[in-house]
């Protein structure tokens, strides 16, 4: 199968000596999974990165759980 990599998407939180960047990758399929599925990560960059992650993770989990499904 090889390994899964990892795109980088167009979302960004950043400081004047720090980012972090929201990721996107397919997950592996199984058997029960009819269609693609794909996974969001973060990634911090820089001093403060940590914290700048932790910042846009809450962000995606807020998405995730109040905004996601709505129409």
Known sequence: MGEQLERLV???LVAPDSFANLT???TPR??????????FGVIGHGP???RLAQQL?????TW????????
Not at 30 to 39: D, F
Not at 57 to 61: K, S
Request: net charge neutral; proline share 0%; charged share 30%.
């Open 57 to 61: 993770l809450e962000h995606v989990q």
């Open 48 to 50: 403060h990165g940590a």
């Open 24 to 26: 996107i990758r397919q």
């Open 10 to 12: 167009g979302v960004a």
């Open 30 to 39: 199984n058997h029960q999974a009819e269609q693609l599925r794909h996974e």
């Open 64 to 71: 995730d759980h109040e905004w996601r499904y709505r129409r």
